[in-house]
C-alpha cells in the first residue's frame, strides 16, 4: 500500500485471505476502510478435528508422492464438493489449485501470528463489517462466521444460499450484489 500511495482500504479476503483480512484490520486499524471476510478462518480458532482429518492425506500425498498429487487430492475435499457441482466452476476451481505451488504442503508454517490472539480482539475492529459465508459451506467456516459475527460488533452477515465454500465463483451475481451494496452503502 506504501509502494503504491494507497492509504486506506476496504479489505476483502476468502477463506485463508478471511484470516488474513482480520489480521490485517487489527494490526492497521487506521488504515482499514471496511471488513470483508468471506467464508473464513480466523487464526485462534483451531479447526475441528473432522476437518483436520480430510487435511491430512493431502500433506501426506505432498510428503510422499509430490505437490500434483496432494493437489489431486485436495481438490476433491469436501470443501469443494459444492463447488464442483457446476462444470464451469469447477474448471475455474480446477485451474486456480492446479497454479496453487503446494509450499505448505511440504513446508512448516512460519507466519508470524498476533498477540493477543484475533478472536479475543475482534471487539476492537471497529469497521463497517460484512460477513459472507455460503449455506454449504463446512461447518468449521461456518462456525468462523457466527465467531466473527458476535465479536464484531455492528458487523452484518449474509448467507449465500445454494452454495458451499466458494461462495464468489460458485454464486458470482449474488455475491457481487452483497459485497457492492455493502461497500456502495458504508463507504459514501
Given at each position: 500500500m506504501d509502494h503504491l500511495g494507497i492509504e486506506k482500504v476496504a479489505v476483502v479476503g476468502l477463506s485463508?485471505?478471511?484470516y488474513v483480512a482480520v489480521n490485517f484490520t487489527l494490526a492497521y486499524p487506521e488504515r482499514t476502510t471496511a471488513l470483508i471476510p468471506v467464508d473464513a478462518i480466523i487464526e485462534s480458532r483451531p479447526m475441528s478435528k473432522e476437518y483436520m482429518d480430510t487435511l491430512t492425506p493431502v500433506f501426506t500425498k505432498a510428503k510422499e508422492e509430490g505437490i500434483e498429487s496432494a493437489r489431486?487430492?485436495?481438490i476433491n475435499l469436501p470443501l469443494f464438493a459444492?463447488?464442483?457441482?457446476?462444470?464451469?466452476?469447477?474448471?475455474?476451481?480446477?485451474?486456480?489449485?492446479?497454479?496453487?505451488?503446494?509450499?505448505?504442503?511440504?513446508?512448516?508454517?512460519?507466519?508470524?501470528?498476533?498477540?493477543p490472539v484475533p478472536?479475543?480482539?475482534?471487539?476492537?475492529?471497529?469497521?463497517?463489517?460484512?460477513?459472507?459465508?455460503?449455506?454449504?459451506?463446512?461447518?468449521?467456516?461456518?462456525?468462523?462466521?457466527?465467531?466473527?459475527?458476535a465479536g464484531i460488533r455492528g458487523s452484518e452477515k449474509v448467507v449465500i444460499g445454494n452454495v458451499g465454500h466458494m461462495?464468489?465463483?460458485?454464486?458470482?451475481?449474488?455475491?457481487?450484489?452483497?459485497?457492492?451494496g455493502f461497500l456502495a452503502k458504508t463507504l459514501r
Open positions: 485463508m485471505g478471511g489431486q487430492v485436495w459444492p463447488a464442483r457441482r457446476d462444470p464451469t466452476c469447477a474448471g475455474k476451481l480446477d485451474e486456480i489449485v492446479g497454479r496453487y505451488s503446494g509450499w505448505n504442503f511440504v513446508n512448516d508454517d512460519s507466519i508470524v501470528r498476533l498477540s478472536e479475543r480482539r475482534l471487539h476492537e475492529i471497529k469497521v463497517p463489517t460484512l460477513i459472507v459465508v455460503g449455506e454449504l459451506d463446512v461447518p468449521d467456516c461456518l462456525e468462523v462466521g457466527d465467531v466473527l459475527g461462495s464468489n465463483m460458485e454464486d458470482p451475481e449474488t455475491f457481487n450484489r452483497a459485497v457492492l
